[in-house]
């Protein structure tokens, strides 16, 4: 059962207000309205394992209180979330990730098993305590060995204080949730990925909007071919998405994919973006939006076409050779006079061609930052890190690596270790900050695929600028190279600029969009390309940078950060109890 509350806390005059009070009469304003506003939002919720047929083949899924995705969470910026997790699992660990959200204050509860806290054990109750300091549309995941793609999954939506504006209208929002699905349990398919010759996860099943998707060979036309195929279960009813006509809504859009990138398009209603990962944009329309595992999008349409008939609401896979049918939604027109439900008289949209990776990278290009809403990058890096991502081997098995170095996961959580003085938790020496930019071949395999593993962190001084460059490369086989999402967690970063070909870091700085970044969390990394980013070290923590495809991320492909942590509160000690922590008592 959800127990959903929202109280009103009070203010929370004491320290911060009176100060605060001396800015600007503006910000002074803001403040108040914030404060006078913040409130507390509950959730009870038990993750256990259920039956479900989101693609209407039924499977074993890791739900919230019964239900995959998760519910929405929505609140209003200034508020804290509580939300109470009890794992019923009975033999497997679970951490959520409050993907987005910075966990300014509050670094252990950012839910990054290894990073930020020990797991939580079957049977246990761990509560996640966080405010949400800032509007936008966000996610929640599972961050516990490859449990995300079970199943555990959900969108948070934090609103403006009311009577703030924003550089946009709408009548109300609609959330998206996009998704991909397997058959095989994750289990299945994180031995396959660690298995010498490696099992590859290959492509999903089915993609779901809002968890609703369809097996290809679960359909009325193919009704009895898979075991668990039942095309009349509700769970795999297509959503429904309901609009008056006249009226512009906001749809938030979110992709917790675990492999798939995806364009999704709604049929026959042009999109405007505004959002992304937070931040709003400066406004272009498109047919079809591009969008990566661990990003959000916002995107106003006006329902102006005729309202008698149902649309299709699309999302197909782009940047790998799509093995997976489209997945629908419908969106229907109050007063018109077709049912809700019914399908539209049309073929679903069948997306952008999988490699046109030019069209992808214009999308890239034109998301800027809002011009009214621009927060201006420092001009220059206190330090540059360029990673090389390579695909590789360790002992026979695939692994993909950052300047060489496979990226493993340490048993005792490093915020733990660190803020303790545990010694021996990790490996002491850093990962190498470059590599052989000058000689090393982005467009050949690489020349001797053996590559280390390494649990090391890269430790930033507190407030300083960091530039990352992701230098994307070929991977084993010839003329490949993928698209990564890159997902930083504590912080936005500036997107400062794409390339393709061999990064040079005497050439392409100066090529850096300084002027109007737009700030993200998660980034693409296009095929043979590079991506350069930078961001301020001034929040007290650990935080994992990472590829967001789930399999990539297993594999290896991931750095940590360290800044500040001597400024780090108390440690509560639920997150203590593995490796080194045993004991807590810290
Ligand atoms: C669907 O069934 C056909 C016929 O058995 C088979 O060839 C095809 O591979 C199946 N598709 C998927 C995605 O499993
Ligand atoms: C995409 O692939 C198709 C064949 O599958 C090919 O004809 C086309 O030229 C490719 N387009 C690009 C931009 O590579
Ligand atoms: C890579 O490592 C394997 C052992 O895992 C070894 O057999 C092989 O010779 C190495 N390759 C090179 C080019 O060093
Ligand atoms: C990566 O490390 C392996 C093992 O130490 C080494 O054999 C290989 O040459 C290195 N590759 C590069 C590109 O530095
Ligand atoms: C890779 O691309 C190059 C240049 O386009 C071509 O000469 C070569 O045959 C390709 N190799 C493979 C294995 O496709
Ligand atoms: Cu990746």
């Not at 197909?316 to 077709?338: C, E, H, K």
């Not at 070909?501 to 005497?506: I, L, S």
């Amino acid at each position: 059962m959800i127990r959903s509350s929202r109280s009103l806390a009070a203010p929370p005059l004491g320290v911060g207000a009176p100060r605060r009070l001396l800015c600007s009469l503006f910000l002074a304003t803001t403040t108040l309205t914030i404060l006078a506003t913040a409130a507390t939002v509950r959730q009870d919720w038990e993750i256990s394992y259920q039956f479900t047929s989101p693609d209407c083949v039924r499977k074993l899924a890791v739900t919230i209180n019964g239900q995959t995705p998760g519910p929405t969470i929505r609140a209003t910026q200034g508020d804290t979330i509580v939300i109470s997790v009890k794992n019923s699992l009975l033999t497997e660990n679970v951490a959520i990730h409050w993907h987005g959200i910075r966990q300014i204050g509050t670094p252990w509860a950012d839910g990054t098993e290894g990073v930020t806290q020990c797991p939580i054990l079957p049977g246990d109750v761990f509560v996640y305590k966080f405010v949400v300091d800032r509007p936008g549309t966000y996610m929640y995941h599972a961050h516990y060995g490859m449990q995300r793609s079970a199943g555990l999954n959900g969108m948070i939506v934090v609103e403006v204080p009311r009577g703030q504006a924003e550089p946009f209208v709408y009548e109300r929002d609609h959330t998206v949730l996009l998704n991909d699905w397997w058959h095989r349990s994750t289990y299945e398919q994180a031995a396959g990925l660690a298995a010498v010759p490696m099992v590859w996860v290959g492509e999903p099943q089915a993609l779901l909007i809002n968890g609703r998707g369809r097996f290809v060979n679960c359909s009325a036309s193919a009704p009895t071919m898979v075991e668990g195929c039942n095309v009349a279960h509700p769970d795999c009813a297509p959503a429904v998405f309901a609009v008056v006509p006249g009226k512009t809504y906001r749809f938030r859009i979110a992709s917790v994919t675990s492999l798939s990138a995806l364009n999704f398009e709604i049929e026959g209603h042009a999109m405007t973006v505004v959002e992304a990962d937070g931040h709003y944009v400066k406004p272009f329309v498109v047919k079809n939006l591009n969008i990566y595992s661990g990003e959000t999008y916002s995107v106003l349409i006006t329902a102006n076409q005729d309202p008698n008939r149902n649309y299709w609401l699309a999302s197909n896979v782009v940047s790998r050779r799509p093995g997976t049918v489209t997945a629908t939604a419908i969106l229907s027109y109050y007063g018109g006079r077709s049912s809700p439900n019914a399908n539209p008289p049309t073929t679903p949209p069948v997306g952008l061609p999988w490699n046109d990776t030019a069209a992808r990278v214009r999308q890239s290009l034109a998301t800027v930052s809002h011009p009214a809403h621009i927060i201006p990058p420092p001009a220059k890096p206190d330090r540059a890190i360029l990673l090389l991502n390579t695909q590789n081997k360790i002992d026979g098995k695939i692994k993909w690596a950052l300047n060489n170095v496979s990226f493993t996961l340490p048993h005792t959580p490093y915020l733990v270790a660190l803020k303790s003085g545990l010694l021996g938790a990790f490996d002491e020496r850093p990962p190498p900050e470059t590599y052989d930019h000058q000689r090393y071949d982005v467009f050949s395999p690489p020349a001797n695929p053996n590559t280390t593993s390494s649990d090391g962190l890269y430790r930033l001084r507190f407030g300083s600028v960091v530039d990352v460059v992701l230098q994307n490369a070929n991977m084993l086989g010839a003329n490949s190279s993928e698209t990564h999402p890159w997902h930083l967690h504590g912080h936005d970063f500036w997107v400062l600029g794409y390339g393709y070909g061999r990064f040079d870091p005497a050439v392409h700085p100066a090529t850096y969009n300084l002027k109007d970044p737009i700030m993200k969390n998660t980034v693409a990394v296009h095929p043979f390309g590079w991506t350069a980013l930078r961001f301020k070290a001034d929040n007290p923590g650990v935080w994992a940078f990472h590829c967001h495809i789930e399999a990539h991320f297993f594999m290896g492909m991931g750095v940590v950060f360290e800044e500040g942590v001597e400024r780090v509160g108390e440690l509560p000690k639920e997150i203590m109890g593995c490796g080194k922590t045993r004991g807590g008592g810290h």
